[in-house]
Each structure stands twice: as structure tokens, then as C-alpha cells.
């Protein structure tokens, strides 16, 4: 499956807030990514929280029973895509790709911006009936718009690869970004939040046996390709790593 026609040149993070995990206290970065080619090519990657925690965090919380997991510590209108997008120059007639890694609340919040845009994820995760969003809460219905799935690890452009990395989910994917001078980036999402998950054998996965297979897989490919790897919610790199507007290049 052939989307793109430009190699990546940059990566920006992007930043969807902060939230404290009660149980631990673990303060954890909500990211998304912006991958830009030569040939001018846009692609969203995941998208935060719903619009309404960026009004109202507090009352969201309340509403979804999110509180009794942990405090957003952090998300504004300055956190949420349309504004990250802006701080380089971006709106939403320039994106042409969005990808969802999976369905949690704090990637699929905007899982209806920007409509005319395709969206790329995987079958699994778009078999579900809806979103899965927070426990039993799932208030979003799949929006109509035009959804783009794979089932495999699938090359969707020169120096970009979706990988399949179920276990966090039933459909949860990551990317390899293979940049001009930083060489190949290994975007996990939640397939490994942080590097001691593998240790701790992902006990809080629905699938602690899938989730363990897959983030081994991606930890070898990076090992063996030399990947700078960007976890998904590792509080000591997320204050290291560069944020929109700065990039990788």
C-alpha cells in the first residue's frame, strides 16, 4: 500500500498535555507526531484527548470516570491538534494522511477532525464496534469518513512502516521513520509506554502475552536497524525529547 511518494525529512512531537497516574504517581506526556516528507507530505499521527478536556479537564474526568484512574495535569486549546498543527504552519487542508495507532481516549480524541483526510489504522482495531476509548465508557460512534486498514506490517511510503503491534490493544500499531540525519526512529505508542513494561511483562495489558511478543519484535528491529526508539509514555524521555515546533530531521 503506496500513499506517500516523499521520504521523510522531518519529525515533530507533538504535545497533547500531561496526566498523573494515581496509583503510581507517574506523570506522563500525551504525544503525538507530525511526520513530514520532501514532497510536502503531511501525516498526523494519533490526536489526544476529545476537544472537551481541553474546555472543561476536571469536569471531563468526572463525566468518562477517568478521575478514579489518575488527574489530567495539563491539556488546553493549546493542546489540542488544529493548535499543535499551527505552531508549524500547518492547518487542516495540509494534511493528507491521519494515523490512529489505537483507540484509547487520549489518541482517538479527535478521531472526527479533520473529515476529508484519510485515516489509516489497523482492521483489528476498526472491527471493534466502537472505539475503545476509557473501560466501559465508548460514547464515540466511528465517524464517517474514509478509513484506509491494514492487517499487516505494510510500507506506505519510502522510509515509512506501519508495524503490527497488538497486545495494548487488539489493533495497536507503531512506525518506523527513516529521517535523512537521524536515521530510522521507532515510534512504539502504546505498544511500549516505557521501557520497564517488557521487565514487568505488561501485567496490565488485556493481552500480556501479545503486548510481551510484540514490544520484543520492535525492541529487536530497532536493535538491529539502530533506531533512536520514542516510547509512548516514558515520563524521563519525554522531558528529553524535542517538541514542536523544534523537530527531528
Not at 39 to 56: C, Q, T, W
Not at 93 to 113: E, Q, R, S, W
Not at 195 to 204: C, L, V
Not at 226 to 242: A, I, N, S, T
Request: net charge negative.
Amino acid at each position: 500500500m503506496t500513499l506517500l511518494r516523499g521520504h521523510p525529512k522531518r519529525l515533530y512531537l507533538l504535545d497533547f498535555g500531561l496526566f498523573r497516574v494515581h496509583s503510581n504517581g507517574r506523570e506522563i506526556g500525551i504525544c503525538g507526531y507530525l511526520i513530514q516528507t520532501d514532497r510536502n507530505e503531511n501525516i498526523l499521527v494519533d490526536s489526544g484527548f476529545p476537544a472537551e478536556y481541553a474546555a472543561d479537564p476536571k469536569g471531563a474526568s468526572a463525566e468518562d470516570g477517568l478521575d478514579s484512574f489518575g488527574d489530567v495535569l495539563e491539556c488546553t486549546p493549546a493542546n489540542l491538534p488544529e493548535a499543535q498543527l499551527a505552531q508549524i504552519g500547518l492547518g487542516a487542508d495540509d494534511l493528507d494522511l491521519f494515523v490512529l495507532t489505537h483507540t484509547h481516549i487520549d489518541h482517538v480524541g479527535g478521531i472526527a477532525d479533520f473529515p476529508d483526510v484519510p485515516m489509516l489504522l489497523s482492521q483489528a482495531e476498526r472491527d471493534l464496534p466502537r472505539p475503545l476509548y476509557w473501560g466501559e465508557v465508548q460514547p464515540f460512534e466511528w465517524p464517517d469518513r474514509t478509513y484506509l486498514t491494514i492487517d499487516q506490517d505494510t510500507r506506505i511510503g519510502p522510509g515509512i512502516t506501519v508495524l503490527m503491534a497488538p497486545g495494548h490493544t487488539p489493533g495497536q500499531i507503531a512506525l518506523q521513520v527513516d529521517l535523512p540525519n537521524t536515521g530510522g526512529v521507532l515510534l512504539t505508542s502504546d505498544a511500549i509506554s516505557r521501557p520497564a513494561e517488557i521487565e514487568q511483562g505488561f501485567d496490565s495489558a488485556p493481552d500480556p502475552v501479545q503486548a510481551t511478543h510484540s514490544a520484543r519484535r520492535l525492541m529487536d528491529l530497532a536493535e538491529e536497524q539502530d533506531m533512536m526508539v520514542v516510547y509512548g509514555h516514558c515520563p524521563q524521555q519525554w522531558q528529553q525529547l524535542r517538541r514542536a515546533p523544534a523537530f527531528y530531521d
